[in-house]
Structure formats: C-alpha cells, structure tokens
C-alpha cells in the first residue's frame, strides 16, 4: 500500500486519519518556527536568493566572528535589504540561543515591541514586566546578557520622521534611538541587525571598523547577478542590453524583476523596444520613488532639483554656487541627509543621482514647474534654472531636450500659445512696481521659455529684470 499498510474497510478511516496526524507533524517540524528557540514572525521566504556571497561572508564575520552588537542593513527600497537579513539569519542561525525577526512596517511603539521580544528571548521567566521605558530596556539588555540572541529588527524607516532630516525619529518614538544607541554602547553577548532606507542618527558616532557597531551600505546587484533575475522572469536579454537595462536600474534587484515582467507583457520580450522608448520609470517603481521623495525635508527637495538639473556629478561649491540666499550650512545639512537616505552617489567628480532617480527627479521637477506657471505661485521656478548658461554645450543641450521642452510642451497642451506667452508676462509684470525681482532665476527661465516658444518679443521693456543663469 502506498500508506505504508494494509488497508480494509474497516480500518480505512483510522489509517487515514493516523497518516493526517503523521502529515501534520511532520509539516510543522518543516516550519521554521519549530525550533522553540526561534520565531521568524512575517519573515519572507529566501529559497530564491541572488548574490551578496560577499555580502554575507562580511556579516557573518562581523557577527559570528567578531561578536558586533549592532549591524545595520542600510540601502534604497527594493535593494534587497530584508531578503538579505532573512538569508543571513538562516545562514547563522546556530551559533545563537534564540533568535527572533520582527517587522516594523506598522511602526509599532516601543512599548509593545519590548512586550513581545522580553519574554521570548527569557524564554518565558519575565511575564511580569515592569510599567516604564528604562525598565524594559534594562530588562532586554538583562536578556541579551544570559543568553546569545539574534534580534532582527526590518523596515526602521517607518518608525523615522517624514519630510525632516534623514535618520531623526517620528514623534513619539525617540525611545528607538535610545535603544539602538544602549544596544550599540553596552556590553552583552547578542546582536540587533537592523534594516533600513535611512540611517538612524545613533549609528554615525559608533560604527567603526573594529567597533562593534557596523554598517553595511547595500549597493545594486553586479551584472552576472541582475541578468539571473531577467532570466528567471524569463527574458533572454543579449550582454549588452542587459548590461544596460542593469546599469539604469543601478542594479536594484526589484526594479530588475518589475521591468522584466512589463518587458514580457508588453515588449514582447524585447528589451532593446523597452529601453529606446526612454522611460524606465512607472508602476510601482514609480511608487517606490515616490515614497523616497516624500521623505524629504524642503531643503532636500530644493537640492535634489539641482543634482537632477546639473544631470552629471557636481562639485560641493558648484552647488552651493547654485543656491540664492541659502545658508551653506543648510545645503551641507541637505547633502548629509540625502546620503543617508542614499539617494545620491558620490565619487571624485562630485555628488550625481542614478539614472532612475534623475528620471524620477526629472519629471517630478517638469510637473512642479508647470503647476507653478499654470496657478502663477512661483517657487522653484524662481529658485532653480531648469536650463543654465554656464553648463557644458552637451549639457545643455540635454536640459533643453529634457526639461525645457517638455515644460512647453505640457503648458500647450492644455493652453493656446498665446495664452501662455500672456501668462508667462504677466508673472514678470506682477515683479515691477517692487524695487527689484526677487533675486533668482524667474527673469532668465521666462526669457529661455519665450524664446523656445519662439514667441516675438519686440516692444517688451525687459530692462528690470535681475536675469542669473
């Protein structure tokens, strides 16, 4: 009998609900959670995992080797962050007593969290838990003292401030960062790995190379890598379009998986028709760099347009030659905490963006200052040239496809030229009568954009305007 033993008539009822018990225990005893010592909460499934080998054999070390009380997993959405804390905790799952990985998606206060890792990680022995903060946390760090424990804590991000600088916490949830910050300074035998878009502020004073608090910056999958993800979504891509279609991407491991899957559905699996149309971003890549871009503070998003403007990496100076009327100070701040959020790149040449966060930054600057002209309440249009005299021809060039144009374009699309020429007027005109235009480039981008619109502009007195450029 395929069951194993003779089955009757009689006995065919029992038989088959022994072999249900039988089934059940031996499915529990596959699940990760049957091991008392470890609860895997909403851990995502890794039997499908890319790369990182590097990766991994680094925080094994740190962890395993060289015993660090924090790691943190630091990188943009979709870069593979959670997957890797989950491959990780699999891979050293033996050498701790307990290990336990929670999600902080809901940003949960500290409270409840300390109410579920407390009795757990004691293995039941503290069920009476003391009323205030300081308390828990001594009694945690207590916890993390007796016994070696593994506590992953993914998505720190929601638990941090929107449209403020990057890594400083939501109201209400400051006690965070006094955790990590006692978690990273006291002496216990566990680790907390943490995930996260953002830096929290406590690590940058305590992470060092021979500190044990460490900081793993993720970066994009290498080539071989990124063409296993198109491959496996089943486009067959040539070297050199995967080389390109990687390289846009910056090697973001989701946004690889999502433009393979609309390259299937409505390429045809043609990637070369994919990339020559020229938008790489849309759905939920869109979606991803939409919640990245509303993280950030005013000062952020100004500097942000400059970086997308400048379209290649641009000295501190250069930028900070950019600005009308702003604190270097403040620039430097913004710069720092666009870093931390990793949106930007820097090398020698300067600070740039990758290629899809230009795309993204691009567009959302296009709609900002059409929205401006359309309702006549002028901000970065006066703040920021989408065009700038002194770039390189080719540059140039390039704001004008990029930027200028497609500004025009969209405000004739619902507007007459001549309508738009009037309104572009009259919000110069609504400048004199002050003693000056507000220094900025209002005056130049009209002028650049009556001019694209070819727009005939003799008998205009423009001889008060303040043009920079």
């Not at 838990?129 to 946390?137: A, F, I, Q, Y």
């Not at 680790?191 to 044990?212: M, N």
Request: aromatic share 6%; with cysteine.
């Amino acid at each position: 009998s395929v069951l194993g033993e003779e089955v009757t008539k009689k006995n065919c009822r029992a038989v088959l609900e022994g072999r249900s018990q039988i089934n059940a225990v031996t499915a529990n005893c596959e699940q990760p959670n049957a091991n008392p010592g470890q609860d895997w909460g909403e851990a995502s499934d890794v039997s499908i995992f890319y790369g990182r080998t590097e990766e991994l054999a680094k925080l094994e070390r740190w962890i395993v080797s060289d015993r660090c009380r924090l790691v943190a997993l630091l990188g943009m959405g979709g870069i593979g962050k959670t997957a890797l804390s989950v491959k990780l905790a699999r891979q050293i799952q033996s050498s701790f007593d307990y290990l336990i990985w929670r999600s902080l998606h809901n940003a949960p206060p500290l409270q409840e969290i300390l109410t579920d890792l407390i009795p757990f990680l004691c293995n039941g022995s503290q069920t009476d838990l003391p009323e205030t903060l300081d308390r828990k946390v001594s009694l945690l760090i207590n916890c993390l003292r007796s016994s070696r424990c593994l506590v992953v804590l993914d998505n720190v991000e929601s638990i941090l401030e929107i449209n403020g600088r990057a890594g400083h916490y939501r109201e209400g949830y400051d006690g965070y960062g006094q955790l990590f910050k006692q978690l990273g300074e006291t002496t216990h035998q566990s680790c907390l790995v943490l995930t996260s878009r953002e830096k929290p502020r406590e690590l940058a004073p305590l992470e060092g190379e021979a500190s044990p608090v460490r900081v793993l910056e993720l970066q994009g999958l290498k080539q071989t890598e990124g063409k296993k993800i198109l491959n496996d979504q089943g486009l067959l891509v040539p070297e050199q379009e995967a080389a390109e279609l990687i390289r846009r991407y910056a090697g973001n491991p989701l946004a690889l998986k999502l433009a393979a899957g609309f390259i299937q559905r409505f390429c045809n699996g043609s990637t070369c028709d994919f990339l020559v149309q020229g938008t790489t971003v849309f759905g939920e890549i869109h979606y991803l760099l939409q919640k990245h871009f509303e993280r950030l503070s005013d000062e952020e998003v100004q500097l942000i347009y400059w970086l997308a403007i400048n379209r290649e990496p641009v000295l501190l100076q250069d930028l900070l030659n950019d600005f009308f009327a702003v604190p270097s100070r403040q620039i430097m701040d913004a710069l720092v905490s666009l870093q931390r959020r990793f949106l930007i790149e820097n090398s020698v040449a300067g600070s740039t963006l990758q290629p899809v966060v230009m795309e993204y930054l691009t567009e959302q600057l296009i709609e900002r200052i059409c929205e401006e002209i359309k309702t006549e309440k002028i901000k970065i249009f006066n703040s920021h040239a989408p065009i700038k005299a002194q770039s390189k021809d080719y540059v140039r060039e390039t704001q004008i496809q990029l930027i200028l144009k497609p500004i025009a374009d969209r405000l004739l699309a619902d507007n007459s030229q001549s309508i738009i020429e009037n309104k572009l007027i009259h919000i110069l005109s609504t400048q004199r009568g002050r003693s000056l235009l507000k220094p900025g480039y209002l005056g130049g981008n009209v002028l650049n954009l009556l001019c694209h619109l070819k727009t005939d502009l003799t008998g205009y007195d423009f001889s008060y305007l303040n043009v920079w450029q």
